[in-house]
């Protein structure tokens, strides 16, 4: 039996008076791929956000690969973990925004190798070797000159998800990374996630409201309203046979709205 | 009267005290403008504390005294400076006072995304500063920047005071020994006019270079 890569024991997020999640616990095993889904509002992404470190967690603890990531030991005691610890924790997650985030000012190539280089000293030459690989992989490898400004937005996505990939990290969080697309651009990407999904071994974090897509990729998938976990299973059961009465009235909701399930 | 050579001589001479305080003016401007403006973005409470004070100071007493100080009343504390450093210290000081509010303006307005994905690639305070803000940040101060500098050019004009021998100043010298009013103060109108449209047009050509290949960006 082999330990989680992620455990979240009691975890709790507020914004001022409000709780998006509250006394949340689950643990993701190594290799897995996990679906988020749930109404907006209901602290699925926020849980991808404190992942990467983008927000703080107001009670709890999370453990990535071992370690505490927002605590750290100091003389035998815990402490709040500080800028090195978070820096040294990160080096495991990667994450692909809904937006893309990339850096408007660099080249596609540029996009991709400036953190390899900066943050693990990759040689140049190796770390352009290694973007090119990345970009054929996601068949962008005729852009590697391009500006972002230049790509559409599927292309950016495509450039995004290989910019993540190029820290090899053992983590990926995805949050809604096909909800900025125009709906004809969305294929492009859910086929690159899907490659990876099959050929890495990398454990795969995915908040969508593309309920195919989730039910396709994922070993598992985790229902939230309201900052916790309304059910979970795998796909066949939340999507076919779903317990709970949320999930139920969620799901009919989605179809009413014309999404594939 | 007649000696019209010498005396725009004495001008040019003077344009040429003008331009030196100018260039050297606004290249103290832009370092300090640099050091507070970052100063006032820093996570550490003194040293946004400084910035500040630096800031509201010069923007809030008037470049004439500043001058007066930096001249008469800093030797009082051991400090005795020639009046061209005296001249560019309170013009470089002064606007760059003004300038680091442009650069800190100009930091924040680079949108929280392009943060969240520096921390997403793991890149130290100090890297996402250097490759990702800054570089997006500097194609919005530049034209700031230009208006400051002229600002700084028209602001020479003062130093006269401490006896600096600048363009209007050597007007000035002019008119007491001509008389004429209209003649020197024409000329040095042009001149002031021509150095200020060449200042715009380097800072045009600088942001052309900077913002190439940025087509869209915003």
Not at chain 1, 120 to 144: F, I, S, Y
Not at chain 1, 234 to 250: K, V, Y
Not at chain 2, 173 to 190: D, E, H, M, N
Request: net charge neutral.
């Amino acid at each position: 039996m082999t330990d989680p890569i992620i455990r979240i024991d009691n975890l709790v997020k507020s914004f001022g008076t409000f709780k998006v999640l509250d006394g949340l616990s689950f643990d993701v095993m190594p290799g897995e791929k996990l679906a988020l889904i749930g109404p907006s509002g209901s602290g699925k992404t926020t849980i991808l956000r404190i992942l990467m470190t983008l927000e703080s967690i107001s009670d709890g603890h999370i453990e990535i690969c071992g370690d505490q990531l927002y605590h750290m030991q100091r003389n035998g005691r815990e402490v709040p973990a500080d800028e090195a610890h978070l820096h040294k924790m990160r080096s495991h997650i990667g994450m692909v925004f809904q937006h893309f985030n990339l850096f408007p000012h660099k080249s596609v190539l540029e996009n991709i190798t400036l953190a390899p280089i900066l943050t693990k000293g990759t040689p140049r030459a190796k770390a352009e070797a290694r973007a090119m690989e990345l970009l054929e992989m996601v068949g962008l490898a005729d852009k590697a000159d391009a500006r972002p400004a230049q790509l559409s937005g599927g292309q950016k996505q495509r450039v995004a998800i290989a910019r993540a990939l190029a820290l090899q990290p053992r983590i990926m969080l995805f949050d809604e990374v096909t909800s900025a697309l125009d709906p004809e651009l969305v294929e492009e990407v859910l086929l690159v996630m899907k490659r990876l999904a099959a050929e890495t071994d990398m454990t795969m974090l995915l908040v969508t409201h593309e309920m195919g897509f989730a039910h396709e990729f994922a070993d598992r998938v985790l229902f939230f309203d309201k900052g916790r976990i309304v059910e979970q299973g795998p796909p066949e059961q939340i999507f076919s046979n779903p317990r709970e009465e949320r999930t139920q009235s969620f799901l009919r909701k989605i179809i009413a709205a014309g999404h594939r399930v | 009267m007649g000696d019209w050579g010498g005396y725009l001589s004495l001008i040019l001479q003077g344009a040429l005290v003008t331009a030196k305080l100018t260039v050297m003016g606004c290249a103290l401007a832009l370092v300090v403008a640099f050091i507070a403006g970052l100063g006032r973005v820093s996570r550490f409470a003194a040293i946004r504390w400084l910035a500040t004070a630096y800031i509201e100071f010069f923007r809030g007493t008037s470049i004439f005294v500043q001058l007066f100080w930096v001249y008469f009343v800093l030797p009082f504390a051991g400090v005795t400076l020639e009046p061209i450093q005296a001249g560019i210290m309170a013009l470089g000081l002064n606007v760059g006072a003004y300038a680091a509010e442009v650069v800190r303006g100009a930091i924040l307005s680079v949108p929280r995304d392009q943060y969240e994905a520096c921390i997403a690639v793991n890149l130290t305070r100090f890297q996402r500063m250097r490759h990702v803000i800054f570089p997006q940040a500097l194609p919005l101060m530049l034209p700031t920047f230009g208006n400051n500098a002229i600002e700084l050019l028209k602001g020479t004009a003062v130093v006269s005071l401490i006896s600096l021998h600048d363009m209007t100043f050597q007007a000035q010298v002019v008119r007491a020994q001509t008389g004429s009013t209209l003649i020197p103060f024409a000329t040095i109108l042009v001149l002031y006019f021509l150095m200020a449209l060449a200042l715009s047009r380097a800072i045009r050509m600088i942001e052309t270079r900077i913002t190439r290949g940025l087509d869209g960006v915003r």
